[in-house]
T-cell receptor, first 114, second 115 residues
Framework: NAGVTQTPKFQVLKTGQSMTLQCAQD?????MSWYRQDPGMGLRLIHYSVGAGITDQGEVPNGYNVSRSTTEDFPLRLLSAAPSQTSVYFCASSYAGASYNEQFFGPGTRLTVL | AQTVTQSQPEMSVQEAETVTLSCTYDTSESDYYLFWYKQPPSRQMILVIRQEAYKQQNATENRFSVNFQKAAKSFSLKISDSQLGDAAMYFC????????????FGSGTQLTVLP
């Protein structure tokens, strides 16, 4: 199993550009989430999904869109990038079964918005 | 809303010594999970240890153990026999039982291990 994969690993955007961060998992996990990590603030939840076709907002959803058309993929879209979105982005997934199941994290995408 | 606080931005420990990282949290829930994650320079998030709130016994994983004080809402991590490979950022995290795995993280503690 590849686990949770994220592409790209690094990205530089100009203000106003749009892009999609890709996240895929091959473990047939129902739950998937996106977090952003900023210096001194830990990870904060952007959006999450409990299954294909179902998404919901987390703590910091503004400026981001998500969709979940398949179990495997959970892309994060930045419609009009802003410097405040410069961050490291992590995707995570887990089983919906027993509540103690841990989350598996991807390797992260470092995004810089100029 | 729940919050997680790590009041030690940086800590250091001598190799082979013991260090304790502090974490406090605030929640109105009675059933939840607490976690410690390790993030080395590679950025990978690695689960170190997990505590279920309804269990009174403190969790232990090899050299890592926790001191869980539910009434005080405190959840500290003790690393015994510290090794150079333990150097990393450590995050404390909370999750409500029954949630869709959404985690609330603290701001992290950067641990340096001195040879």
């Amino acid at each position: 199993n590849a686990g949770v994969t994220q592409t790209p690993k690094f990205q530089v955007l100009k203000t106003g550009q749009s892009m999609t961060l890709q996240c895929a998992q091959d473990m047939n996990h129902e739950y998937m989430s996106w977090y952003r990590q900023d210096p001194g603030m830990g990870l904060r939840l952007i959006h999450y999904s409990v299954g294909a076709g179902i998404t919901d907002q987390g703590e910091v959803p503004n400026g981001y869109n998500v969709s979940r058309s398949t179990t495997e993929d959970f892309p994060l879209r930045l419609l009009s990038a802003a410097p405040s979105q410069t961050s490291v982005y992590f995707c995570a997934s887990s089983y919906a079964g027993a509540s103690y199941n841990e989350q598996f994290f991807g390797p992260g995408t470092r995004l810089t918005v100029l | 809303a729940q919050t997680v606080t790590q009041s030690q931005p940086e800590m250091s420990v001598q190799e082979a010594e013991t260090v304790t990282l502090s974490c406090t949290y605030d929640t109105s829930e009675s059933d939840y999970y607490l976690f410690w994650y390790k993030q080395p320079p590679s950025r990978q998030m690695i689960l170190v240890i997990r505590q279920e709130a309804y269990k009174q016994q403190n969790a232990t994983e090899n050299r890592f153990s926790v001191n869980f004080q539910k009434a005080a809402k405190s959840f500290s991590l003790k690393i015994s026999d510290s090794q150079l490979g333990d150097a990393a950022m450590y995050f404390c995290a909370y999750r409500r039982r029954g949630s869709a795995r959404q985690l609330t993280f603290g701001s992290g503690t950067q641990l340096t291990v001195l040879p």
